[in-house]
T-cell receptor, first 115, second 109 residues
Framework: ETGVTQTPRHLVMGMTNKKSLKCEQH?????MYWYKQSAKKPLELMFV???????ENNSVPSRFSPECPNSSHLFLHLHTLQPEDSALYLC??????????????FGAGSRLTVL | GQNIDQPTEMTATEGAIVQINCTYQ??????LFWYQQHAGEAPTFLSY??LDGLEEKGRFSSFLSRSKGYSYLLLKELQMKDSASYLC??????????WGAGTKLIIKP
């Protein structure tokens, strides 16, 4: 496989459930990102990992918990979510988190619905 | 605060030319990106401008004026497959990406 792969593509969960989103990149990149995309709103950066170290946490509620076991895999653990958390969650990777052109390669996203 | 403005939606005709504008107010500037996102798919990189002027890539061109805080994406010879959302993003002085809300482009036959 090539590029950035996200699973599951669709997820419906209740507010008391625990679930995880998975992201895998096969590009040899060293930085990985979680973004939230809501309709008609700008992309919201949630977390950044650079060389497996978390370098960014944009005041994300603790019900979202990221995990980066290696530079190819990124998880987003979900617990006691709210209906307003329903959105498309996009994973992205880039060569590194530095100052070059740093083009992002995105996955197709996980569409989350919280009931 | 930091802000990126782009039109919410535009409509154009197959075979025509369309220009999607993006204006920005950010803390510093370290490059401007355009991404294309088809419905239900991943955003994909289109162009990167860091110096003033026009960058051409086939049917797509991107222009930047740093003094005006302005960019546009120009799409020529429109095809139905160009129906998508176009996202503008600016990297600020801290190398953080600031995103616009995207422009949904509808192509009609």
């Amino acid at each position: 496989e090539t590029g950035v792969t996200q699973t599951p593509r669709h997820l419906v969960m209740g507010m008391t459930n625990k679930k995880s989103l998975k992201c895998e990149q096969h590009l040899g990149h060293n930085a990985m990102y979680w973004y939230k995309q809501s309709a008609k709103k700008p992309l919201e950066l949630m977390f950044v990992y650079n060389f497996k170290e978390q370098t960014e946490n944009n005041s994300v509620p603790s019900r979202f918990s990221p995990e980066c076991p290696n530079s190819s895999h990124l998880f987003l653990h979900l617990h006691t979510l709210q209906p307003e958390d329903s959105a498309l969650y996009l994973c992205a990777s880039s060569q590194d988190g530095g100052s070059g052109a740093n083009v992002l390669t995105f996955g197709a996203g996980s569409r989350l619905t919280v009931l | 605060g930091q802000n990126i403005d782009q039109p919410t939606e535009m409509t154009a005709t197959e075979g025509a030319i369309v220009q999607i504008n993006c204006t920005y107010q950010t803390s510093g500037f370290n490059g401007l990106f355009w991404y294309q996102q088809h419905a239900g798919e991943a955003p994909t990189f289109l162009s990167y401008n860091v110096l003033d002027g026009l960058e051409e890539k086939g049917r797509f061109s991107s222009f930047l004026s740093r003094s005006k805080g302005y960019s546009y994406l120009l799409l020529k010879e429109l095809q139905m497959k160009d129906s998508a959302s176009y996202l503008c993003a600016v990297r600020d002085s801290n190398y953080q990406l600031i995103w616009g809300a995207g422009t949904k482009l509808i192509i009609k036959p």
